[in-house]
């Protein structure tokens, strides 16, 4: 079939049940548990539960009391994202209260930042933001990371993994939060911590808190040390932009990079590494040309989205969605893996959607997501890295001993264990051995608009080693 593009996306007749929530007189204890053991075990299976019994949106419960309703359809995602007078990102219209020491918190408790804004204010925000962004160099950012990606495969080819690797573990969930450190002006070493607390953040799990103390602690170091000695790097171009952001708010917009751009950058790397070491059709349409390696990242996001469940959004005013009666202060989630899989654009789910960037994984609308480019930058040219580096790379398992961890804010690939041909002395990589410098202050030109080239540049070796397989 023919898939929507984003602004043209059919609409489909649902039969849409009665409306059902706790403010039309249904307990918690009546709806289904989207945080619980079953919508973390399957949260696919949760959706189509949901879907057959309350249409495109449904009313659920959360683990610590409160209740929202879980936006299921592609359209009627796409009419949330983009009506923000009707759906807001404020949080301070949420008419229930959080628990104490909700693993939720932290997600959905109002921060100046331009994601819980909207009107006049979002634009202050956003306009610093995407500002600080466009102003990283494209050769540099691709610099960063070739040469980290470089550095990550240095440790397992040539060390004590004698030909084994854990692509999840030792590429994966490293590569993202290095480039990020650099283009922060942060050291280094602080990467596998932050890893650790941007992961229980977005997992929501026991430590989040803590977790989010640690983070912000680093981040508002960083923010004082670039206030009195700015450099070339993101957090000082927040500090100087003419919006004239308060430390707080800049370091919140630092923590919303690092967290959503780690966690998402790490899933994404992952399924992609795993369609490719496992799914012979993949494989094939890259060896034959039919398709790029950005092309097989679309079907990818189609079909895995680094985040399953985005909270949220709150109704300005009682409102009507997909045959559901929503009232002012309700609590909106949005639902990228349900929209994305929803019958009524895919009908059938083994289709490939390579080279379709209809889905909805970055949101749509004022408050969709300005650090995709990166995130893709990132996946792609660590891979074609990876790939020219180790080009018999094989999985080191059957596909079937693979296990994911499941939440109903996530999926992710637990472990990838692969092999390859060990070497006894690193490979010389021309790439590597130039210095990686940080972006330039005047370099104005847009990641965003290298998002496409920034996997194209190593295509070769991508097809060398397909070739080789």
Not at 14 to 34: I, K, N, T
Not at 431 to 457: F, I, L, M, Y
């Amino acid at each position: 079939m023919t898939s929507p593009s984003p602004d043209h996306a059919p609409t489909g007749a649902r039969d849409v049940p009665p409306p059902g929530c706790p403010a039309h007189g249904l307990v918690s204890d009546e709806l289904l548990q989207l945080d619980g053991p079953e919508g973390n075990a399957d949260p696919r299976g949760m959706y189509e539960k949901l879907r057959k019994k309350h249409g495109s949106v449904a009313p659920v419960a959360l683990a610590d009391g409160t209740h929202a309703w879980l936006v299921l359809g592609y359209d009627e995602n796409r009419e949330v994202m983009r009506n923000s007078s009707v759906y807001s990102r404020d949080s301070r219209l949420w008419t229930q209260s959080l628990p104490e020491n909700s693993p939720l918190a932290p997600t959905v408790q109002w921060q100046p930042v331009c994601v819980f804004a909207d009107g006049e204010e979002h634009q202050r925000l956003r306009e610093a933001l995407t500002a600080s962004l466009d102003r990283c160099d494209r050769r540099g950012l691709r610099r960063h990371i070739t040469r980290f990606a470089n550095q990550l495969v240095d440790s397992f080819e040539t060390g004590r993994s004698g030909g084994r690797v854990d692509l999840v573990a030792e590429f994966a969930e490293q590569l993202p939060m290095l480039v990020m450190t650099q283009l922060f002006g942060m050291p280094e070493e602080y990467g596998p911590d932050l890893v650790t607390a941007a992961r229980d953040l977005m997992k929501g799990t026991e430590n989040a808190q803590a977790s989010n103390a640690f983070l912000v602690e680093k981040l508002e170091e960083l923010v004082a040390r670039k206030k009195s000695r700015p450099g070339p790097d993101i957090a000082s171009w927040l500090l100087q932009h003419p919006a004239n952001l308060t430390e707080e708010e800049v370091m919140q917009h630092l923590r919303l990079i690092l967290v959503a751009a780690n966690e998402t950058t790490v899933s994404l790397i992952s399924s992609v590494l795993e369609m490719n070491l496992t799914d012979a059709r993949f494989r094939g349409s890259l060896a034959g040309g039919q398709m790029t390696l950005s092309d097989g990242l679309q079907h990818v996001l189609w079909d895995r989205p680094p985040l399953s469940v985005v909270p949220g959004r709150w109704a300005t005013g009682d409102t009507r969605l997909g045959g559901q009666d929503i009232k002012a202060g309700d609590m909106l989630l949005l639902g990228l893996a349900a929209a994305n899989t929803d019958p009524a654009v895919r009908p059938d789910l083994s289709e490939p959607m390579h080279g379709n960037s209809a889905h909805l994984t970055f949101s749509l609308g004022s408050h969709e997501c300005p650090g995709g480019s990166i995130g893709r930058a990132i996946t792609e040219t660590g891979i074609d890295v990876l790939l020219e580096r180790l080009p018999d790379l094989r999985l080191g398992v059957e596909p079937r001993e693979l296990t994911r961890t499941s939440s109903w804010l996530s999926q992710r690939l637990d472990t990838l264990p692969a092999t390859f041909t060990h070497r006894n002395e690193p490979k010389t990589i021309n790439t590597r051995t130039k210095k990686a410098t940080a972006p330039k202050p005047e370099a104005v030109s847009p990641v965003a608009d290298d998002s496409e080239n920034a996997g194209r540049h190593p295509r070769k070796p991508l097809f060398r080693f397909l070739a080789r397989r």
